[in-house]
């Protein structure tokens, strides 16, 4: 699947758009409520599922320093957050429609097109995420799409090109392959994105 390196290369950047965005721009994912109704014993009973609920220990900081990266590690999570999530559902919905197309030439016009588009749309809305930012959606991609952004473009487009898309990112400090780690050096992130998600942040 050629083409898809834009979405990628700008995922290192800081790709996309949010789901949802308020006024100020500030990304935001709501809690899940789902009401509905079952038959038990010839009753009705109505029922409600919600997101679920995490209960931590309210965090300690040893410095003004340290808080003040928790809060930024918040915000950003906020920020980058919805865009690793519809990272996720663009890849799914390409990969999905490519396998429908029957020739080689059709999937690489099809690529070329959605290419395009992303470049379009999303590329002067990244430019104004920050550095870390990047960083962060290069994780919290490998967290929705369980592969990192570097392996998810080794397999559309392959082995050079990806690895010339790596060697820019790591001029400027990143890494394509940067994977996700929610129990080691990401335990932190991973408890801020559930309480995002869950809509408790």
């Known amino acids: 699947m050629k083409r898809l390196s834009a979405l990628l290369f700008l ?54 320093k340290q808080q003040q990266a928790y809060m930024r590690l918040v915000t950003n999570v906020k920020k980058v957050l919805p865009i690793a999530k519809e990272a996720r559902q663009m ?48 994780k919290l991609i490998d967290r929705e799409c369980h592969s990192t952004a570097y392996e998810a473009i080794q397999a559309f487009i392959g082995p050079v090109r990806s690895g010339m898309w790596q060697a820019f990112a790591w001029m400027f400090g990143a890494s394509l392959k940067k994977g996700y780690d929610p129990e080691g050096v990401d335990r932190l992130t991973e408890r801020v994105v559930l309480m995002v998600e869950a809509g408790q942040l």
């Open 91 to 138: 890849l799914i919905e390409t990969a999905e429609y490519i396998e429908t197309l029957p020739t080689q030439k059709e999937r690489d016009e099809h690529l070329k097109r959605v290419e395009a588009a992303i470049v379009a749309e999303y590329k002067p809305r990244m430019k104004k995420l920050t550095f870390s930012q990047g960083k962060l959606l290069i």
């Open 11 to 64: 995922s290192w950047m800081g790709l996309h758009s949010a789901m949802a965005q308020e006024d100020s721009g500030a990304a935001v994912l709501s809690p899940t409520v789902k009401v509905g109704k079952v038959l038990v014993d010839g009753d009705t009973i109505q029922y409600m599922e919600m997101s679920n609920v995490y209960v931590y220990p309210e965090p300690t900081f040893k410095s003004k």
